[in-house]
């Protein structure tokens, strides 16, 4: 999949399993099929930095892997700090290479749903200057009805915009919030 739509950054919602191949020794290597994973880095700012070969076609491409280590199986998000600093730092990747972004969970929409709107509703932020929770949420669960079912997730999400316009005093834009 992160080959076939040219995805270099994924974003795993879930704890971790240290013990699963993934989290392999630096340099080591993992083959499936015709692909070949080599784990390159790992550190906590700029995630776990893997290196995909395609043996047949001898292609080579570099993937990010940003994880939300503070968030646990029972589905209670990090807080909004845990969560904007996860958010900054998928976005700071993003604009070196403006690619997709593949963001996965166990059930696959309780956090990612959380996850897109989020990084969606800051988009839109810096975009048109101005917060529409409602819209964005309401456009995502046009496609996907499954994202965002509880009030509790979209609580959060103001949540979020609250912290990071109370933290950013430079700008008072939003400050009657």
């Not at 989020?118 to 964005?136: G, N, P, T």
């Amino acid at each position: 999949m992160m080959y076939d739509h040219s995805s270099r950054i994924i974003v795993l919602l879930d704890p971790a399993n240290k013990g699963a191949p993934l989290w392999l020794e630096k340099r080591e290597m993992l083959q499936f099929d015709d692909f070949r994973v080599i784990k390159e880095t790992e550190n906590a700012q700029e995630g776990l930095q893997l290196t995909l070969n395609h043996t047949t076609n001898k292609e080579q491409i570099s993937i990010h892997v940003f994880t939300a280590e503070d968030w646990t199986i029972s589905n209670a998000p990090p807080s909004p700090e845990h969560m904007l600093d996860l958010l900054q730092r998928v976005q700071t990747c993003w604009e070196t290479q403006k690619v997709p972004i593949t963001v996965v969970c166990s059930d696959g929409s309780s956090k990612s749903g959380l996850f897109v709107a989020l990084r969606l509703v800051l988009e839109k932020m810096q975009i048109d200057e101005e917060i529409d929770i409602f819209q964005v949420v309401r456009e995502i669960q046009t496609r996907r009805p499954e994202f965002l079912s509880e009030y509790d997730q979209y609580e959060y999400c103001y949540k979020c915009i609250k912290e990071l316009l109370e933290g950013d005093s430079s700008d008072s834009l939003y400050a009657n919030i």
